[in-house]
């Protein structure tokens, strides 16, 4: 069993859990390895929550909530420029409340939401933006 499916029992039964985030899609806010303090949600999440959600194929994913439609919802990792497909609500098992780092990032209320929000809008942005100015320094000075 992965830790991701262990997680996603336990949520079911209304067990909060601890696990450590996998990948890049939700820099900068949440880096791989982080531990993450994720609660019970079954299926309610608000724009802004970053929350763990089981996909159609079994697997689980943590990205930030961006739209809801009905008994729809998008979420999107915070490093990505595309959201990800919608899913039923019922697939939302957990919410993210904090971030343990050697001082928890709390993640709850709407501040935070709102703060989320702006970063996952923001950061891949600057991203993109940073990329594009390497390449035109590069050229730059292969041109010189």
């Known amino acids: ?3 991701g499916e262990a ?3 336990l949520l079911e039964a209304g067990i909060a859990v601890r696990l450590a985030a996998r990948g890049q899609s939700m ?3 949440v880096r791989s390895g982080s531990l993450l303090r994720v ?3 079954r299926g309610e999440a608000k724009i802004g929550d970053i ?3 089981r996909l159609e194929n079994g697997g689980v994913i943590i990205h930030r909530v961006v739209a809801i439609d009905g008994g729809r919802v998008t979420t999107k990792g915070d490093a990505y420029v595309t959201p990800d497909g919608a899913v039923d609500r019922s697939r ?3 919410r993210v409340v904090a971030v343990e780092r050697p001082l928890p990032i709390p993640l709850e209320g709407t501040w935070a939401r709102a ?3 702006l970063v996952g809008w923001l950061y891949p942005k600057l991203v993109i ?3 594009t100015f390497r390449a035109r320094r590069s050229a730059s000075s292969r041109n010189a």
């Open 39 to 41: 609660v019970p949600a």
């Open 1 to 3: 069993m992965t830790e």
């Open 27 to 29: 820099k900068p806010l």
């Open 51 to 53: 929350a763990l959600v």
């Open 115 to 117: 703060f989320g929000r």
């Open 7 to 9: 997680a996603s029992t």
């Open 92 to 94: 939302i098992l957990g």
């Open 129 to 131: 933006a940073r990329g």
